[in-house]
């Protein structure tokens, strides 16, 4: 395969090495250049000029964008605040949440009162909430198997016009997934760099989908932004991962985590099993999953989306039982409010609490 390195073009920053994300449920310091990387189960080499992902909990470092400034977090203030980045104590949860009528319309402008939160079916105190639009930490994963290779200049153009509808103040990373993810650009809101690295096309190789989410998802827990978003493309289903479609949904129902968005495109593969991980992943995480039948409709669904997270409430609240057991918490959002009969509202369906921190 490829060293990503090698297929950065000279107008990407030359700081900026594109690094292989293997197969792990969390990202270290990699050993130097030339070294085997090793993941549970593989002996699988890193490419010359990659830095690799290891098992203890941190993540690879990363060179800074030229001329973009660190990113750190400030202090939270109260509902309809200026500032959009929180510093959080461990066991307040963030929800993000779309709310739609009957008709299946954004409903938006809907007051506190109008939520309840239930976690484990207790109802929650919101301590924070929001609804206007705040700058996103997006992490866009496409999938670059031989199978694609037709594809991917509609899919570029898709995603660019969703990268183009986003708020300038949104930190967007582009992984390209094969046999191996590739981070082919960093946190970056600089259209010109995120389409350069859409280009980086290799098109060949397995699809090894969970390992190529769990490491996006690993990565963009770095970002300081409260508000995340995973969008996955991908024509087939895995078969190449060592991560399963268990371990990938548990990453994302970390304690704010980010939603999800799938597109998949059918008639190379993508059928049964396949389908119904993507529904199962987009769905447990508030997002939506989609299956275009032509490549015509992938526009119009990353228009959609754009639309989608620019229109979704923040909620915020403490769990009342703080000294619940390790594992998953169910959540559940309701809304009511005068003029509708009824308000879906979707959201994360639970979370894993973060460990307690000593």
């Not at 990363?62 to 400030?74: D, F, K, L, T, Y």
């Not at 809907?110 to 924070?128: K, M, N």
């Not at 087939?236 to 949904?249: H, K, V």
Request: hydrophobic fraction near 35%; aromatic fraction near 6%; glycine fraction near 8%.
């Amino acid at each position: 395969m490829r060293s990503a390195a090698s297929r950065c073009s000279g107008s990407m920053l030359s700081t900026v090495l594109a690094v292989i994300f293997l197969i792990s449920g969390a990202l270290a310091q990699a050993p130097t250049t030339g070294t085997p990387a090793t993941s549970p189960g593989a002996n699988d080499q890193t490419p010359p000029g990659q830095q690799q992902a290891a098992p203890g909990g941190n993540e690879v470092p990363q060179s800074p964008a030229a001329g973009q400034e660190p990113v750190s977090p400030e202090p939270g203030t109260n509902d309809q605040g200026s500032m959009f980045v929180f510093k959080r104590q461990v066991e307040e949860v963030v929800l993000h949440a779309t709310v739609v009528d009957e008709q299946r319309r954004l409903v938006t402008g809907l007051e506190r009162g109008t939520f309840t939160v239930l976690d484990a079916g207790v109802p929650q105190a919101i301590t924070s909430f929001r609804r206007e639009d705040v700058p996103v930490a997006m992490g866009i994963v496409i999938d670059n198997s031989g199978s694609m290779r037709e594809k991917r200049e509609k899919i570029n153009q898709a995603v660019l016009n969703l990268i183009r509808a986003s708020n300038p103040q949104d930190q967007i990373f582009v992984v390209n997934f094969g046999q191996d993810p590739y981070l082919d650009q960093d946190f970056t809101s600089d259209v010109k760099l995120l389409q350069a690295a859409l280009h980086q096309v290799s098109a060949k190789g397995s699809t090894a989908l969970y390992d190529a989410i769990v490491a996006s998802a690993v990565h963009l827990a770095s970002s300081p932004l409260d508000k995340k978003v995973l969008l996955v493309i991908t024509d087939g289903q895995d078969n190449m991962s060592q991560e399963t479609l268990l371990e990938a949904s548990h990453r994302l129902q970390q304690a704010n985590g980010p939603t999800l968005y799938a597109v998949g495109l059918l008639g190379s593969g993508l059928e049964g099993p396949g389908r119904e991980a993507l529904q199962r992943l987009a769905e447990r995480s508030g997002g939506v999953s989609y299956f275009p039948e032509t490549l015509d409709q992938v526009d119009n669904i990353t228009r959609t989306v754009a639309h989608d997270i620019r229109s979704q409430y923040m909620i915020a609240y403490k769990p009342r039982n703080q000294n619940v057991k390790p594992g998953y918490q169910s959540v559940r959002v309701e809304a009511h409010a005068p003029g509708y009969n009824k308000l879906t509202v979707r959201t994360r369906t639970g979370y894993y609490p973060s460990a307690p921190s000593h």
